[in-house]
């Protein structure tokens, strides 16, 4: 057993194709899903999480005051050039 602090890309990759394979999985990971990707991570890689979730860096070309002055509706309009595939916060993830 090896100790990581956050499940990375693949890993994650990993988690949403078992959720969209198995619908009990799915469920499970929407309900309680600190404890089920835990358990996943520890069955599947062998790896003992800290946490499940890591908030990324702010992005560079964002500036945090005009977001914060945003509402909702606006926010989500909002396209970042250079988003990430992994949850669009527009930073890199490994």
């Not at 990324?56 to 250079?82: G, T």
Request: hydrophobic letters at 40%; aromatic letters at 8%; charged letters at 25%.
């Amino acid at each position: 057993m090896t100790n990581q602090r956050y499940p990375n890309s693949v890993q994650w990759g990993f988690i949403i194709a078992k959720a969209w394979a198995e619908a009990e999985f799915k469920d499970q990971l929407e309900t309680d899903p600190v404890r089920t990707i835990k358990q996943y991570m520890m069955e599947q890689f062998k790896v003992n999480v800290e946490r499940v979730f890591q908030v990324p860096p702010i992005p560079e070309n964002l500036n945090i005051e005009v977001m914060k002055s945003m509402d909702l509706e606006e926010a989500a309009r909002l396209r970042l050039s250079d988003a990430c595939t992994v949850c669009g916060c527009g930073a890199s993830h490994s």
